[in-house]
C-alpha cells in the first residue's frame, strides 16, 4: 500500500527535498494589495521579501480553497492508495477547514488530516518525517503514529526582529508592540496550543539569540543528539550564529536550516530567526 503525503506551502519545506521524499505541497495565496501570488509557485521567498521590505502595506494570505484540496486529492489517488495530508496549526489558518470540506466530499478516497499545531519549519520537519518513512514503505497507522508522536513533542522559539508584522496581523496587541520598542525589550516567542504566544523577554538581539540555546538546554533539559532545525526570513547571518551555537549545544544527528516561506514571512516580517530542537 502506498502512502501520500501532503502538506502546505506555510511548512516551509525547501523544494529539493519535497523532490527527493515525494511531498506534495498545496499552496496558499499571498496579497501585495490588488497582486495575488502563489506562494512559492508565482513568487518565491527571496523575492517575496524584497517585495516586503519596500511595501508601503503590509500583504495578507489565504488559505486554499476546499476545490483546491479537492484536485489536489483526487490526483494524488491516482498514485497512492492512502493519503496522509499535514497542515499548519488550525487556530493559525482555514486551511485544515478546506482540507476537511473536500475529504467529505470524496468518502471513497483514504485521507487522514492532521494538525500540526504548529507551523513553518516544525511542520516542516514532521512533514519530512513522515515522508521518509513513507518512502521506506512504513504503513498508514505506522506513519500516523510517528507524526502524532512527534507533534506532541517538538517546539519552537523564534525571535521577530519587530514586532509591527505580528501587531498587524492580529497576533500580538498595540501595547505590547510600542512597550517593546520604547524599552528596547527583544521578545522570545513559541507557539502554545496551536497559537502564537509569548515565552520570553529579553534585552538586546544577541543576548536573545543566546537565551533560545539556554533554554532548550537549561528549562527544557533536552538531551543531546537530536535533530535542530533553524529557520530565518532572509537573514541567514544571524541563522548561521545559531546554528554554529546550536552545534556545539546539542551536537546533533542532523541540522537543517531553512529559509521561512512567504505565508509565514507576511505575518512574522524580515530578519527574523527561529529554533527549533527534537530530541533524539
Not at 83 to 96: A, F, N, P, R
Not at 114 to 126: C, N, V
Not at 214 to 227: D, L, P, R, S
Request: charged share 30%; hydrophobic share 40%.
Amino acid at each position: 500500500m502506498r502512502v501520500g503525503i501532503l502538506t502546505d506551502s506555510t511548512s516551509d519545506i525547501p523544494r529539493e527535498i519535497c523532490e527527493k521524499y515525494d511531498i506534495e505541497v498545496i499552496p496558499l495565496k499571498v496579497m501585495f494589495d490588488k497582486d495575488t501570488y502563489i506562494d512559492n509557485v508565482d513568487i518565491i521567498p527571496k523575492e517575496f521579501y524584497k517585495k516586503l521590505k519596500v511595501s508601503k502595506k503590509i500583504p495578507t494570505t489565504t488559505q486554499p480553497t476546499p476545490y483546491e484540496f479537492v484536485q489536489f486529492y483526487k490526483k494524488m489517488a491516482e498514485k497512492y492508495d492512502s493519503i496522509i495530508s499535514i497542515h499548519i496549526s488550525e487556530k493559525m489558518s482555514g486551511t485544515i477547514a478546506s482540507a476537511s470540506s473536500a475529504k467529505a466530499s470524496l468518502p471513497d478516497l483514504d485521507i487522514t488530516i492532521i494538525d500540526s499545531k504548529i507551523t513553518s519549519i516544525p511542520a516542516g520537519y514532521i512533514v519530512m518525517e513522515a515522508a521518509k518513512a513513507a518512502k521506506e514503505g512504513k504503513n498508514k497507522e505506522e506513519i500516523i503514529g510517528m507524526v502524532n508522536n512527534i507533534v506532541e513533542k517538538i517546539r519552537i522559539l523564534f525571535l521577530p526582529k519587530t514586532l509591527e508584522y505580528l501587531r498587524k496581523g492580529g497576533r500580538i496587541g498595540t501595547a505590547k508592540s510600542l512597550l517593546a520598542v520604547v524599552l528596547k525589550i527583544q521578545p522570545i516567542l513559541t507557539v502554545k496550543e496551536g497559537e502564537v504566544a509569548p515565552y520570553k523577554n529579553v534585552r538586546h538581539w544577541n543576548r536573545a539569540k543566546q537565551e533560545l540555546i539556554n533554554i532548550y538546554k537549561n528549562v527544557f533539559n533536552v538531551k543531546k543528539g537530536g535533530a535542530v532545525i533553524i529557520g530565518h526570513s532572509d537573514n541567514i547571518e544571524d541563522a548561521k550564529d545559531i546554528e554554529k551555537k546550536a552545534k556545539d549545544a546539542f551536537t546533533p544527528k542532523e541540522i537543517y536550516t531553512w529559509l521561512i516561506g512567504c505565508t509565514i514571512g507576511t505575518h512574522l516580517g524580515p530578519g527574523a530567526v527561529a529554533l527549533c530542537y527534537l530530541e533524539p
